[in-house]
Structure formats: structure tokens, C-alpha cells
């Protein structure tokens, strides 16, 4: 169909060469045929005009919707009065045939085509282009058609056309319903969930409208209560429905299988299917998370419910299942043994943890993957750990026993595993029993880990026996700290001297806090002089504590070292040696810039005023002055360096 068009609607009028020269610079710009559009519309221009204008320009973009939708928007305006046998009526069908040519994608433009086909009348053309856009369009719009087009078989009394319709659009559930079971990603779910809902919503828009104006029966009302239901339970199985999509992505997510059991709180029966399903489904070596959680939550279930004997044979099946790690193995054995000691069934208990750590026909080292873990699960200390608990508990002390013999036999003992094993023979006074147990213990392991095995040795050792094995400790301790890093040195020694102050020699003791003192780290050697001297001078009097100074003066950092400068000068003072404390005073004034340590030379002022003279006070005056020119020298040193 062409457009009829008069010979003067070619004509360019003079006010309209400015946008006609920047469409001919810009044919392909839509602002520039807006502003031409825009410009006829203000002027008055005749609607041919426009139209042609609009022609033009769908010719050149034929693919934008803005300027399809605004042409068809006019050419519906200027047919609203006139007569549906109009020829324009027409003249508008097929302009919007061409622009679904190009937009047949755009649910808009293909709802404004019906509704317009509808005002014409048209019955089968507008039957039929409904069919088209439904067709045309992606399933996830079709809820934008339907409410029309249903609405439209509802105002013509043709029942059968109406009756296949309806059957079509309850066919879409179907339809929806296999898409939302088949996605496999988020993206995709919720697009069709929330097409899915608003095609429900819009039934209900539908059947309320209908029965808005033909009138309510008892048939309709049950009808929009069933529709109402259905829309409910979809909304109520999105959740599920989500956790099935995310299932499809990765089967093998453990997370998501136990959130599905959530989902189905209060269906037991729902619950033991997902359970079945997932522990079938998962591939223990491309599991997300920990597989071994779903058969112990499968078997806590029926634990839950009173169902000992399917709780055993869940137990049963977990525990020969090909875990990938050793440690999921152990956690599996022991949830199971923990089940029985909760229905007190102790016997039972024993018995499954005994199965546990019993040796395998073919034995294989913790670590090697190649081995299936129901080979190396004998090894494990969690097993272990739990089986000597339950010994101390129901068993015997021997069976107890053989149990940590066992552990130490294997080595996969840990420090607290040996004092714990050491404390549970004390408790039975099996005092030298415990110390082979810590002698075994210091033989498994090395700095640092042995160092609470040591201190508690040493501490329970000397609280046995006190004195009476001072040989036999003196040997400990050498051990002990023949290897002891600085880190630990310092409880250690002074635990040492103790003994020796109270079960030895004062001069061992000596010794060992002379040993001490260059043992420990240089952060706490400070405080080990400081012990060393109060010691010495209560053992042997202040005069033996002489060399103590001088040695922690040569040893100390310069601050700690000052300090110990000022309490020797302020010992000599009061043993009256005078020049032996001056003579300390200036040793300690070569590490005392007078500017950040003036304090220093303040005690040395006070001690020339009360014991000096003329001549040594200014000696002290010239040291300070030349301890000043040294630390300016040094600084001035740095400046240029830098």
C-alpha cells in the first residue's frame, strides 16, 4: 500500500533547509530527523508531511525503535475520528507490518498493532497477528500478550476460537514449568520465575476482570480460588526450585544438598529421598565441601527419630565409602561411636572404635594418597584420642594403658597427649611409669613442642623426690638444656638454680645462673643479672657480687649496661671505695651523651660534690665536655652520610 501524497508535500520550506542540511551531513543520526520531526510539529505542517518526514527516516534506520514507535504513535493519532473503513486505517496496518519487519522482538509494538486491530474490528487478522507475536516472542514475554489476547476472545462470542485460546494459554504453564526445570543457571531461573508469575498474576487479572463484569457464580469463584492456590505454591517453591537450579550447575555441592534438607523441613519422607539422592550423587573427588557431613546428618536423622537400626546401617555404609581425605574417615567413626555412647550402649561404643583403629590387612603411611583411606585410618589421632578417653572411662587401667603404649608405638602422639598419659599413671601412682612416659615423650619431639614436656617433667620430678635424686635431676636438666634454644632458657635455668639452692650447692647455683646469663636471649639477660646478683649477695655478700657487675657492664646493651654502672658505683660508695665508684662513673660516661642521658650526670655531680675536689670535679666537667664533642662528631657524621 503507498502512501498517497500531493505534489506541494515535497516542497521544502525555507525555515526547514537548516535540518534538512544537517540530515544531509548526519543522514544516520536520529537527533537530527527528531529535530526535523519536531520542528514540522511546531510549525503547523500538514500531517502528510510529517508522515513523509517520518518515511524518510524509517528508511534510513529501520532498526529504531524510537523513531517506529513514535511514527506509528502519530499515524494512530490522526485516524482516532475517522471511520474504521477509512483507507488510512489501512495505510497504518501496513506501516506497522513494515516496522515489525525490523521489531519483531518488541512486545510493545506488537500489543499496540493488536489493540488497533482490535478497535478496527478485524476478528481473524487480529486473531491471527496475536498468534504471530506469540511466535515472534521470546516465551519470557508471552505473559505481556496474553492478558490481551484472552481479553480479546472474551468480548466476541465465538466459543470454540475462545475454548482452543484458553487451552494454548494453560498449555504455557507446561511450557514454563519445563523451562524452570531444565535452566541450569541463576540468571536464566529467575527470568523465567518471574515471567512464570506474572503469567499467573495475569490469570488472575483475567479471571477477576471477567467476573467483574459478567457477574460472580459459585464456578468462577472456585476458579479464581484455584488460581489464587496455584500462584501461592509457586511462590512457596521458589526456594526449592533455586536449590535445583544450582544443583544442576554442580551436582557435587554438598552446601546446597543439606540446604535442600532444610527445605523439606517436616517431610521425612522428601528428607530421606535427598539424602539418598545426594549421598548417590556426589563424586567424592569433585565434591564442594565435606561429603562424610551428609552421611552423618543422614544417619543423625534416623537417630533423630528413634531409628537405631537404620542409624547402623547408615553408619555402616559411611565407613566404606572411598573418602578423599583420612581425617573425614576418623570424623565418620567417630560420630558413630558417639551415637552408641548417647543411647548408652558402651560396649557398642568400644566395640566400633576398636574397629576403627584396628590394623588393616594391607597397612599404608597417613599421607599416602594413593592408598584408600580405610587403609590409613589406624593412624589417625582423633581416633585414638577418643578411644583412650572412652578407656579411661569404661575400661581397666591396663586396657587404658595399652591404648597410649599403642599411640607412642605408632608416633602420632602429641606433647598434651604424653602429659595426659603421664598425669593418668600418676593418678595411679605410677609415678616412674609416668616419667618413662615423659622420657619417651622428650625422645619424640624437638624445640619448641618439647618444652612443656620438659618444664612439666622437671617440675613433677623435683616434687617427688625433692633432694633425694639430685644426681638424677642435675642429669635432666643437662639434657634438657644442652639443646634448649635461648627462647625457652630463662624458666628453665632458674628452675635449676633453684634446685640447687635448696637441695645443693650455693656455688652450683652460682653456676648456673653464670650460665644463665649468656644462655638466654639478649632481651632478658638483663633480668637474669639482676637475679644472679640479689642471689650472690644473700649466698656469698656484696663484695662476691663484684664480678657480676663487671661482667654484665661488658655484656649489656649501653642502657641496661649504664644501669648496671650506677648500682656498682653506688655499691663502692658504700664499701668506701670512692675511687673505684669514680672510676665507674667515667667508664659508664662514654656510652651518656649529656643531651638524652643528663640523669647520669647528674648522680655524678651529686656523688663530686659529696666525696670530690676541686681537681676531680673539673676533670668531670672536662670528660663531660668531651663526651659532648664526641656524640656532636657522631651526629654531624650521620647528617653528611645521609
Not at 459478567?214 to 484455584?226: I, K, N, S
Amino acid at each position: 500500500v503507498t502512501m498517497p501524497v500531493s505534489k506541494t508535500s515535497f516542497a521544502v520550506a525555507e525555515s526547514d533547509l537548516p535540518f534538512e542540511e544537517d540530515i544531509l551531513r548526519n543522514p544516520y543520526s536520529i537527533k537530527s530527523w527528531q529535530r526535523l520531526i519536531d520542528h514540522k510539529l511546531k510549525s503547523k505542517a500538514p500531517k502528510v508531511a510529517v508522515n513523509l518526514v517520518y518515511e524518510r527516516a524509517v528508511r534510513e534506520l529501520p532498526g529504531s525503535y524510537k523513531l517506529w514507535y513514535n511514527y506509528l504513535k502519530i499515524r494512530r493519532t490522526q485516524v482516532r475520528r475517522r471511520c474504521i473503513t477509512d483507507l488510512m486505517f489501512e495505510e497504518t496496518n501496513n506501516a506497522f507490518e513494515r516496522a515489525l519487519v525490523f521489531l519483531n522482538k518488541m512486545p510493545r509494538i506488537w500489543l499496540d498493532y493488536c489493540q488497533f486491530l482490535m478497535d478496527q474490528r478485524k476478528i481473524t487478522r487480529t486473531r491471527r497477528t496475536f498468534d504471530r507475536a506469540l511466535a515472534a516472542l521470546p516465551i519470557t514475554q508471552h505473559n505481556r500478550i496474553w492478558p490481551l489476547y484472552l481479553k480479546f476472545v472474551c468480548s466476541h462470542s465465538v466459543q470454540e476460537t475462545a475454548i482452543r485460546v484458553y487451552r494454548r494459554y494453560v498449555k504455557a504453564r507446561d511450557i514454563y514449568e519445563e523451562a524452570i526445570q531444565t535452566v541450569t543457571t541463576v540468571r536464566d531461573f529467575g527470568q523465567v520465575f518471574d515471567a512464570y508469575a506474572q503469567f499467573e498474576e495475569s490469570m488472575i487479572s483475567a479471571k477477576m476482570e471477567t467476573i467483574a463484569e459478567m457477574g460472580a457464580t459459585e464456578e468462577e469463584d472456585l476458579d479464581l480460588e484455584l488460581r489464587l492456590a496455584r500462584f501461592e505454591h509457586l511462590m512457596d517453591r521458589r526456594p526449592l526450585l533455586l536449590n535445583s537450579v544450582l544443583l544442576r550447575q554442580n551436582p557435587h555441592n554438598v552446601h546446597e544438598w543439606h540446604k535442600r534438607v532444610q527445605l523439606y523441613e517436616g517431610k521425612p519422607k522428601d528428607i530421606i529421598g535427598t539424602y539418598t539422592e545426594a549421598v548417590q550423587t556426589v563424586d567424592i573427588k569433585l565434591a564442594t565441601g565435606k561429603p562424610h557431613t551428609l552421611w552423618v546428618s543422614f544417619a543423625r536423622f534416623y537417630e533423630e527419630n528413634s531409628q537405631l537400626p537404620e542409624t547402623r546401617i547408615i553408619f555402616e555404609k559411611a565407613v566404606k565409602v572411598p573418602y578423599k581425605n583420612v581425617d573425614d574417615l576418623a570424623t565418620v567413626w567417630c560420630e558413630y561411636s558417639e551415637m552408641e555412647l548417647r543411647h548408652e550402649n558402651f560396649d557398642r561404643a568400644l566395640q566400633v572404635i576398636q574397629r576403627a583403629t584396628a590394623m588393616p590387612a594391607r597397612k599404608a603411611a597417613y599421607h599416602d594418597d594413593s592408598e584408600a583411606v580405610q587403609n590409613r585410618v589406624f593412624r589417625s589421632l582423633k581416633l585414638w584420642l577418643m578411644y583412650a578417653d572412652l578407656e579411661e572411662s569404661l575400661g581397666t587401667f591396663q586396657s587404658t594403658k595399652a591404648v597410649y603404649q599403642r599411640i607412642l608405638d605408632l608416633r602420632i602422639a602429641t606433647p598434651q597427649l604424653i602429659m595426659n598419659y603421664a598425669i593418668f599413671l600418676e593418678e595411679h601412682n605410677y609415678f616412674e611409669e609416668a616419667f618413662k612416659a615423659y622420657e619417651r615423650g622428650v625422645a619424640l619431639f624437638r624445640w619448641p613442642h618439647v618444652y612443656d614436656i620438659w618444664n612439666t617433667y622437671l617440675t613433677k620430678f623435683i616434687s617427688r623426690y625433692g633432694g633425694q635424686k639430685l644426681e638424677r635431676i642435675r642429669d635432666l636438666f643437662e639434657q634438657c638444656l644442652s639443646t634448649c634454644p635461648p627462647n625457652f632458657a630463662k624458666p628453665l635455668y632458674l628452675l635449676y638454680a633453684k634446685v640447687e639452692e635448696e637441695h645443693g650447692l650455693a656455688r652450683h647455683a652460682m653456676a648456673v645462673y653464670e650460665r644463665a646469663t649468656t644462655a638466654v636471649k639478649s632481651e632478658e639477660q638483663f633480668e637474669v643479672f639482676n637475679i644472679y646478683i640479689k642471689r650472690a649477695s644473700d649466698a656469698f655478700g656484696v663484695v662476691y657480687t663484684r664480678q657480676i657487675y663487671e661482667k654484665a657492664i661488658e655484656q649489656l646493651k649501653d642502657d641496661h649496661a649504664i644501669e648496671m654502672c650506677l648500682r656498682f658505683a653506688e655499691l663502692e660508695q658504700k664499701l668506701g671505695e670512692i675511687d673505684r665508684a669514680r672510676a665507674l662513673y667515667s667508664y659508664g660516661s662514654q656510652m651518656c651523651d649529656p643531651r638524652t642521658k643528663p640523669s647520669f650526670w647528674e648522680v655524678w655531680h651529686e656523688f663530686e660534690v659529696k666525696h670530690g675536689n676541686e681537681d676531680t670535679f673539673r676533670e668531670m666537667l672536662r670528660i663531660k665536655r668531651s663526651i659532648q664533642a664526641q656524640f656532636n662528631t657522631q651526629v654531624n657524621y650521620m647528617c653528611l652520610l645521609k
